[in-house]
């Protein structure tokens, strides 16, 4: 009888695991994505008209803050008991934002989802910049904004400290440790991209003696990877559970108190899948224009985008599960003053605003069940502004609502923002928009080396992708229409 | 520092250089990668990074900070709130987890650094420009009679370039 001998199978080397879901066929070795990513970082007319615009509009925000200053608060549109207005409702916009960037570099990583590694930068830059940007409003919603220091606890001559049950200096530690964590991780992960910045600067000494000073004198050894993968990695694990404490504390803000439509104890899930939801809005905003106008759309591809949308229509599912729950909650519970409050925040005095929030964020993203559309930039663009517009209104149907309709009636008001806080407002996104136009013209907005672990390297011997003879890759032919639109 | 520095386009030829280089016990040898390769770190076979226990004991110091800070300012400064305890744990675990993630990050950072041995105000010996580009890097250091061998060796493995520096 003959035997059958099985063929020994060689054990394949373990692949990059934190990218093995995702490649670049368009990309086809390691001096391309120094040439086209380094490429990016020059300046154009249409970065200084923007960078422009973004300084009018923070510029407009001083002025209006200035205003405040001198005249007072009440220039603000507060309408006793509405002392809570664009203000609050900014912050924890802002801080939302921030959300989807952690949410994407580090929650993403952990599950080596492929698809994070090209946005990831962006997203992460756009987290740092929108928790400076947040961290602005309780100092705008203060008085006294000189006082804000008074919040964090140090030894001081009047030997009184902050109240440490307050949600208020919850507040503090949370968006200080979560500013701490989130740039220091974006630093990090920096480190061997501005080491490649520093060896390929030709150009301008001034430049390049900026990079060495901040690449810290990273030579790319095997040394110096193996602690940062670790220290990266830890990083990662530290950041998940802090972006979905952040959130949970800003909503203990409201829930903490016994007002009508807060009291409740699905606020942090609540918060934190409107954050992230929020968050991949803002990301789309930025990163489908980026990848047009700096021509990296076959690195940020149509499956990049579609995988990013399918996490966008999750979290638009939870957070209708979230407000679904919220009106089964306020009849389940018998309590008049819920109940009240409810329908009055759906058919009564703010059912604009209502209406505005369930179309922006329940209605328009079950458009991304249908593939064609995910698919479509142009939609997933519209689509990021609807998610921006209709999370601000989340924002202002918690907080608005609320305190204008509180249990006593002879208590039940409005309010109306003024110029004031329209102001701020724009003034917020400038501020944002500033940082962010100056961080894509200085620092690469795609990770260089992680693109790097992607790409297939150089091989002596031909593997199965196929190279040429000196050793590229093929180059690749779209094979689904429309891939690199 | 005197020894043997080798670029190489391709990946498995560094890697065969390697493990080549670890058989015959020739110096102490470096490799420089512009992007990390499980390939590369397999055939260095370095232990594990001792980046984690920074991690560790930063964590937990901060955690016990977050709560210390808390209960003691608590009963420095007693503000009695809906009668609850002066020092309410559960409240508190916000400033413990908080402090415990701050801590534990920062030290990690520091971990990397120490252990990394960065920053380095100078480049050492060794290092191209090419390394961050696309090309690998090995440096043995060697004594002056072992760099003839490493120079070889190198060289038979497909190394693009191979020189002496000290």
Request: net charge neutral.
């Amino acid at each position: 009888m003959a035997t059958v001998t099985k063929p020994v199978r060689e054990e394949p080397r373990r692949p990059n695991i934190a990218t093995a879901a995702v490649s670049l066929p368009a990309v086809r070795d390691f001096e391309q994505v120094d040439r086209e990513i380094i490429g990016t970082l020059r300046p154009t007319l249409a970065w200084f008209i923007g960078l422009g615009v973004a300084v009018l509009a923070l510029l407009l925000g001083i002025t209006a803050w200035m205003y405040q200053i001198y005249t007072g608060l009440g220039v603000a549109g507060y309408n006793p008991p509405v002392m809570w207005g664009v203000y609050i409702i900014t912050f924890v916009f802002w801080i939302g934002i921030g959300h989807a960037g952690t949410l994407i570099s580090a929650i993403l990583y952990l599950f080596r989802a492929g698809f994070r590694t090209t946005i990831y930068r962006c997203a992460e830059a756009m987290t740092v910049f929108a928790v400076m940007t947040a961290a602005l409003f309780p100092i705008l919603h203060l008085g006294r904004p000189w006082k804000f220091f008074w919040l964090i606890p140090y030894p001081n001559w009047r030997y009184i400290w902050p109240q440490f049950k307050s949600p208020l200096v919850w507040d503090v530690f949370a968006i200080l440790t979560y500013f701490t964590i989130s740039s220091t991780f974006l630093y990090i992960g920096l480190i061997p991209d501005i080491a490649v910045l520093r060896d390929r600067e030709k150009v301008s000494p001034i430049r390049k003696r900026i990079f060495t000073m901040l690449s810290l004198g990273w030579r790319n050894t095997d040394n110096e990877w193996r602690h940062f993968a670790r220290a990266y990695l830890f990083l990662a694990a530290l950041s998940t559970p802090l972006v979905l404490s952040v959130h949970s504390v800003v909503s203990f803000d409201f829930a903490m108190a016994l007002t009508p439509g807060w009291h409740t104890t699905i606020f942090p899930p609540y918060f934190v899948a409107g954050a992230i939801f929020s968050g991949m809005g803002m990301v789309f905003t930025i990163i489908i224009p980026l990848r047009k106008w700096f021509g990296v759309k076959h690195y940020v591809t149509i499956n990049h985008l579609d995988a990013a949308a399918k996490l966008a229509l999750f979290t638009s599912l939870l957070v209708g599960c979230a407000y679904m729950n919220e009106w089964f909650v306020a009849w389940f519970s018998g309590n008049e003053a819920e109940q009240q409050f409810f329908a009055n925040r759906i058919w009564g005095q703010w059912w604009w605003a209502s209406s505005i929030l369930y179309t922006c964020n329940m209605v328009l993203p079950l458009s991304l069940f249908v593939q064609k559309l995910r698919r479509s930039a142009a939609w997933l663009f519209i689509i990021s502004f609807t998610i921006n517009i209709g999370m601000w209104f989340e924002r202002f149907v918690i907080v608005v609502p609320s305190l204008s309709h509180e249990f006593e009636p002879w208590q039940w008001t409005s309010y109306r923002p003024t110029w004031v806080d329209y102001s701020i407002l724009i003034g917020s996104f400038g501020w944002f928009s500033m940082w962010f136009m100056l961080f894509i013209k200085q620092l690469p907005v795609i990770a260089i080396a992680e693109v790097k672990e992607i790409v297939p390297p150089k091989l002596r011997t031909a593997h199965e992708h196929g190279v040429d003879a000196a050793g590229r890759h093929f180059e690749y032919e779209p094979d689904t229409p429309g891939e690199f639109a | 520092m005197l020894g043997v520095l080798a670029a190489f386009h391709e990946l498995d030829s560094a890697v065969d250089a390697l493990e080549a280089l670890k058989k015959q016990n020739i110096g102490a040898v470096r490799v420089f990668t512009p992007t990390p390769r499980h390939e590369l770190e397999e055939a260095i076979g370095a232990p594990p990074s001792g980046v984690r226990r920074f991690t560790l004991i930063g964590g937990l110091l901060g955690c016990t900070f977050g709560y210390w800070i808390a209960i003691w300012v608590s009963d420095w400064w007693p503000l009695v709130v809906g009668g609850k305890p002066i020092a309410s744990w559960v409240p508190y675990t916000v400033f413990g987890f908080e402090v415990m993630v701050l801590i534990g990050g920062l030290s990690t950072v520091a971990g990397l650094f120490i252990n990394a041995r960065i920053p380095r105000i100078t480049m050492m010996v060794g290092y191209d420009p090419r390394f961050s580009h696309g090309d690998y890097g090995i440096w043995v250091e060697c004594p002056p009679e072992q760099a003839r061998a490493a120079e070889d060796l190198l060289k038979q493995h497909g190394a693009t370039e191979v020189r002496r520096e000290r």
